[in-house]
């Protein structure tokens, strides 16, 4: 079977490898369609300090079961298409004893620590998988990253009517889905008019408007909330310096340099402050508004290519980020 490798930063290849053979307890499922994260940008520029080369990347996926390896049985049955999760956890760390496995310290996320989904067949414990009556392999394979926007929003414990300010639009439908006031922030319009067809009431260009000025004709005292999915330390600061007074800070992202913060506002606020990582319960979440039909799966596209020309794909994506929502690479093609 044909699989992608990065094999060191800013090359990669296809390489020849043998399809696996199911373990008890799992399935051999024929990879359909795998969405590029920023992770897997982060990896092939040399960035990402959990991988190791080469690396087989990929963690957004839709597939189809080829086979049942042995203890699986129903629901699970061969032609169905699923989605899958892609973290493991020990179940006794301090994270899993807590009932919170998404942030096991030993997590190994497929394309990251372990290699991935973007080989023509994966095996996979069938306890990972889900199955979604009616949704596209394209729908299948955002359910994942729009996991990770749903879960900020469960950390921030957003209330229906709280408004919540969205720095990137990474968290916007999670927001949505629990009736918050989305104000979604970014510094592209057409990521912006993208986000309020995903659900957010109001949208501000930061590079354009007054942050502060326009967070207050939305929201008198400041957000009640503020999700940082972008990575930069100036919206790592922007979203305590808008919080209200004993409002909740979620971040999601990773920034790549040292924040300095005015930390007086931890206190004086008196704040929540929060890490989201990875996702729990909300794959059900992402699924259900994907079947109603309240995402815009097509117009995130930005990109479908083949296998093989998924290494040029990630080059263009690291010259002009900006261009780039979602590319796809379809292992059908």
Known sequence: MKAFYITQPGETEIRDAAPPTPAEGEVLLKVRRVGFCGSDLNTYRGRNPLVEYPRIPGHEIAATIAELGPGVGEPWRTGMNVTVSPYTNCGACPSCRRGRPNACQFNQTLGVQRDGALREYIAVPAGRLYHAEGLSLEDLALVEPLTVGFHAAARAELAGGEAAAVFGCGAIAGAAFRHAEVVAVDID????????????????????????????????????????????????????????????????????????????????????????????GDFLDVILILQAGRFPTREVITRVVGINQAGQALADWDSNPAAVTKILVDLDA
């Open 189 to 280: 319009d057409a990521k912006l008019a993208l986000a309020r067809r995903a659900g957010a009431r109001h949208v501000i260009n930061s590079s354009r408007d007054d942050l502060h000025a326009a967070l207050r004709q939305i929201a008198p005292d400041g957000p009640d909330v503020c999700i940082e999915a972008v990575g930069l330390p100036a919206t790592f600061r922007a979203a305590v310096e808008e919080v209200a007074f004993t409002g909740r800070v979620v971040y999601i992202g990773y920034c790549k340099e040292p924040v300095p913060y005015e930390t007086k506002l931890f206190v004086q606020k008196e704040l929540d402050i929060r890490g989201s990582r990875n996702a729990l």
